[in-house]
């Protein structure tokens, strides 16, 4: 399903949504009714509504599952093993360009930040680095060029010195 046709769902969700709390909030406007009445069914209805937005919601749950962006890979990358340790990263010197790369990144120490910078300065993809847990962040470099990786989780003194970069050719 596209973002767009996700987003169509939404909107029209959103509007039914709308109009039924339009309609609960003036249904009753003119005629006042006895607490005890009102109490009584309020409790009634308010089970419906939570066992109805129960099903909805596991319902949206159970359909868009499959829609998580937390899959494995399904297209071979090359991976490159990245660690990072106060205060340096393990990077590789060149990365081919328009091939899909996958930095495999972990931590030696303690927990860093692994901010990839596009040749002009703009993040371009970032992840953490977390001893004892590899995390895997999947790109694909389209512009050519010298990145830079920098640290983006305070980890010491000499945090702001931590960098390195790569060439992408």
Known sequence: MSSGAVFGVFIVIAV???VVIV????YRLRDTLP???VTARGYVIRRYWLGLTLVVAIAAFITTLSYLPYSQPRIQARHYFVVARQFSFGLPKVVPLGTPIVFDVTSADVNHGFGIYTPSGNVFAQVQAMPDYVNHLQVVFTVAGHYSV????YCGIAHAAMQGGFEVR
């Open 23 to 26: 309609f609960l909030g003036n």
């Open 150 to 153: 920098r640290c983006l989780e």
């Open 16 to 18: 039914i949504a709308i």
């Open 35 to 37: 607490q005890a009445s």
